[in-house]
């Protein structure tokens, strides 16, 4: 059974820290392009980073300007998302996705909730 696990959101005030985990289990991990992946209310689901199967190669969104970093570990079928300078319009929904690098289908997490407010 296929299980992408997000742990790590809650509220922070803007400008501050938190650090996104993703667990995944039952399937070939270290195969998979992983992402993660951010929703806010009325909006549409726009990808924040992704990181190739060996880690070497990262991509994220415009907005991130260097204030995120994404990670792996594929000894721990882990993949993280390191976020920084905090913003309110960082608020949404965290969602991370897997899926083969052929491929457009992928699996998703249940996500994690992310506020930025003071």
């Known amino acids: 059974q296929v299980r992408l696990v997000e742990s790590g959101g809650g509220l922070v005030q803007p400008g501050g820290s938190l650090r996104l985990s993703c667990a995944a289990s039952?399937?070939?991990?270290?195969?998979?392009?992983m992402s993660w992946h951010r929703q806010a209310p009325g909006k549409e689901r726009e990808l924040v980073a992704e990181i190739h199967t060996t880690g070497e190669t990262t991509n994220y969104g415009n907005f991130v300007k260097d204030r995120f970093t994404i990670s792996r570990d594929n000894a721990k079928n882990m993949v993280y998302l390191q976020m920084s300078s905090l913003k309110p319009d960082d608020t949404a929904v965290y969602y991370c996705?897997?899926?083969?690098?052929?491929?457009?289908?992928?699996?998703w997490g249940q996500g994690t909730q992310v506020t930025v407010s003071s």
């Open positions: 996705r897997g899926r083969l690098p052929t491929s457009a289908i992928g699996y």
């Open positions: 039952g399937f070939d991990f270290s195969a998979y392009v």
